[in-house]
């Protein structure tokens, strides 16, 4: 079993940027793809950004391409969202996921569903 925990959330201007972290425990997930997904109120969660365990493959939502850069440090079991000239439309609960390895669907799933593991969410929320 997986245990995610978010952090690094927050109020932030236009053009501002923070940087989440995903901390895992209970097991390594260092075979694991990880991504970001986000939920803004009466929307349905969408994928932002994957990446694959080695970190050789990544894939963004054309909506944060060149702005969010996703990372991993499998030695600290931590994934990280760096976010930089945010949007108010940017603003959500941002979700942290694991795509368990012994489910492999793809390198970097961009679908909540093929996912396993979710943590609780931290809001972001840019202010214009």
């Known amino acids: 079993q997986v245990q995610l925990v978010e952090s690094g959330g927050g109020l932030v201007q236009v053009g501002g940027s923070l940087r989440l972290s995903c901390a895992a425990s209970?097991?390594?997930?260092?075979?694991?793809?990880m991504g970001w997904f986000r939920q803004a109120p009466g929307k349905e969660r969408e994928f932002v950004a994957a990446i694959s365990w080695s970190g050789d493959i990544i894939y963004y939502a054309d909506s944060v391409k060149g702005r969010f850069t996703i990372s991993r440090d499998n030695a600290k079991n931590t994934v990280y969202l760096q976010m930089n000239s945010l949007k108010p439309e940017d603003t959500a609960v941002y979700y942290c996921?694991?795509?368990?390895?012994?489910?492999?669907?793809?390198?970097?799933?961009?679908?909540?569903?093929?996912?396993?593991?979710w943590g609780q969410g931290t809001q972001v929320t840019v202010s214009s």
């Open positions: 996921a694991a795509h368990d390895y012994s489910d492999y669907v793809s390198p970097a799933p961009m679908t909540p569903g093929s996912y396993n593991y």
């Open positions: 209970g097991r390594t997930v260092s075979r694991d793809a």
